[in-house]
């Protein structure tokens, strides 16, 4: 009985926090699973618009766990030190595609939703949290550093009806050549 109304609580929750965001149909995280590249980025916060001229696309693994949580490597390319990597867990939800991080830059947990994915070729992820203001991103991730223009724009377009700027949609430019490192 907990159970069936800790699921009715969140379905509600999700609602109430995403509105209409609703994850890929079906989604199967083991197909979901491996190299992401991280090729386009919707964000229209006020700290973000310092760093816009310097991102680049990032690279990430994605790796089920048993429990089926899934741990993300990025790295990315910081010019005074070189190629880092972070790892973020996203924690499972009751509803498939729908997972929780903890956001080490603003120092609390996040939702993330997979809105859209052919597994194969790219994925769009819209990221949510509200505190003091809402805190929204969509991002666009490939299986390749080079997506076909219908796939950017489709981005594009998806961006824009949840509200964000022209101005606020980038799709960054590759990283340097040893980010990540040989052999990851």
Known sequence: MKFILATIALAVLLRDTFGDIQPQKNFDIKKFAGKWYRVGLADDSSSFALFRNRLTINMGIVEPK???????????????????????????????????????????????????????????????????????QVSLYGRTQTLRSELIEKFKKYAMQQGFPERSILTPSPPADNCPPSGQ
């Open 66 to 136: 048993d429990n089926g949580d899934v741990n993300m490597t990025m790295w990315k390319m910081i010019r005074s030190t070189g190629c880092k990597s972070r790892m973020f867990t996203y924690m499972k939800n009751a509803v498939p595609g729908v997972f929780t991080y903890f956001s080490t830059r603003h120092n609390i947990m996040k939702d993330v939703t997979i809105v859209e994915t052919n597994y194969t070729e790219y994925a769009l992820l819209f990221k949510y949290k509200k505190f003091n203001r809402e805190y929204t």
